[in-house]
């Protein structure tokens, strides 16, 4: 609870668990991917999971509205290579220590809305939000992070340059 996260170990590799497992816990949303998404390197990928490439930090489906996942179960069953390592980052206290140090990169992030789209042969989704997401109350809400999936909309060319910098 403290963290957001938890590590569970020894969890049985039947056919199936995983998505019984999840259930227990809440519902299992399908999506275009299926009701659960088996990550492994195969030819002609629609989604970076599909490759061997390095995952920088980034929100999953950032494109989807209503914004999941709440929770994100993810279950190593197999892995015969060196790497793979997952990394975790706490979004909140990340846009808490912007708000604190960096009001003006706070508050573009808050204010300027980009597009996430994902696009494959089969489907198309696409949704509008800022990367920092506040309630009606200007309360932190979520953080849609994810710099391969944003389209930058058109701004002046001072306000773009800031609006990059503040991301990075």
Same mark, same amino acid.
């Given at each position: 609870y403290k963290y957001g996260f938890v590590v569970v170990q020894d969890v049985p590799?039947?056919?199936? +668990?995983?998505?019984? +497992?999840?259930?227990?816990?809440?519902?299992?949303?399908?999506?275009? +991917?299926?009701?659960?998404?088996n990550v492994k390197s195969k030819p002609n990928p629609n989604d970076l999971a599909y490759t061997a490439l390095n995952l920088s930090p980034h929100t999953d489906n950032p494109y989807r509205n209503p914004f999941p996942p709440c929770i994100?179960?993810?279950?190593?069953?197999?892995?015969?290579?060196?790497?793979?390592?997952?990394?975790?980052?706490?979004?909140?206290?990340?846009?808490?220590?912007?708000?604190?140090?960096?009001?003006d990169a706070y508050k573009i992030l808050s204010?300027?809305?980009?597009?996430?789209? +994902?696009?494959?042969?089969?489907?198309?989704l696409e949704d509008w939000s800022e990367l920092i997401h506040l309630d009606e109350e200007k309360n932190f809400k979520q953080v849609r992070f994810s710099p391969r999936l944003d389209y930058v909309p058109i701004l002046e060319k001072n306000k773009l340059d800031f609006y990059y910098k503040a991301r990075k």
């Open positions: 590799t039947n056919e199936n +668990f995983l998505v019984k +497992f999840g259930n227990m816990i809440g519902s299992v949303k399908r999506t275009n +991917f299926g009701e659960h998404f994100q179960i993810l279950h190593c069953i197999e892995n015969e290579v060196s790497g793979g390592f997952s990394t975790l980052v706490d979004g909140y206290t990340v846009t808490e220590n912007l708000k604190k140090d960096d009001p204010e300027v809305k980009v597009r996430f789209k +994902f696009t494959d042969k089969n489907v198309m």
